[in-house]
């Protein structure tokens, strides 16, 4: 069974621009969720998403977003990138009943 | 204070020691509890998923869980170099809500 699937690994972007990174869950698996882990903050959630609906939204700016398709893969997209959003994106996907499941995560780098 | 408490380490231990960590926690709503290890550079990779209070066995690994005390453990048996890595807890309040992470605790098993 494949596991989360998270691309790209790595990315460098400027100040100013924006991102998009993409998520393909665990198959079957209709939840999916993203977080952000840095040195200082440790793993904060950003939002969740089932059946395409943001249920959970965690305590950050309106610059990050997200989406979810009718196939479960999910986008987060961090527009105007500041420094401090250098970080590891970590997607999981879930089920009711098995716990929450991380990609490889997406590693950002904003210079 | 953090809703989620775990001493940063890191620990030391002999190769085939008993691994001993633990978390403490604020919210007395949270019911799922979890422990991820963290690989450098790579996803939390999930260990055990335990629901209410009591005990969960697999393999190496022991989860328990009280939460009269708001107190989680994980006992790794028979440790390897190879479990050397960042160990987390992770709670939430139901299934489907986001996890909240503790700091994470470094563990170093010396062969």
């Known amino acids: 069974k494949a596991g989360v699937t998270q691309t790209p690994r790595y990315l460098i972007k400027t100040r100013g621009q924006q991102v998009t990174l993409s998520c393909s869950p665990i198959?079957?698996?209709?939840?999916v969720s993203w977080y952000q882990q840095t040195p200082g903050q440790g793993l904060q959630f950003l939002f969740e998403?089932?059946?395409?609906?943001?249920?959970n939204k965690g305590n950050f700016p309106g610059r990050f977003s997200g989406r979810q398709f009718s196939n479960s893969r999910s986008e987060m997209n961090v527009s105007t990138l500041e420094l401090g959003d250098s970080a590891l994106y970590l997607c999981a996907s879930s089920s009711a009943d098995s716990g929450y499941t991380f990609g490889s995560g997406t590693r950002l780098t904003v210079v | 204070q953090k809703e989620v408490e775990q001493d940063p380490g890191p620990l030391s231990v002999p190769e085939g020691a008993i691994v001993s960590l633990n978390c403490t926690y604020s919210n007395s709503a949270f019911q799922y509890f979890m422990w991820y290890r963290q690989y450098s550079r790579k996803g939390p990779e999930l260990l055990m998923y335990t629901y209410s209070s009591g005990n969960k066995e697999d393999g190496r690994f022991t989860a328990q869980v009280d939460k009269s005390s708001k107190y989680i453990s994980l006992f790794i048996r028979d440790s390897q170099p190879s479990d050397s890595a960042t160990y987390l807890c992770a709670m939430s309040g139901a299934a489907g809500n986001k996890l909240t992470f503790g700091g994470g605790t470094r563990v170093l098993v010396k062969p």
């Open positions: 198959s079957g698996h209709r939840s």
């Open positions: 998403y089932f059946s395409e609906t943001q249920r």
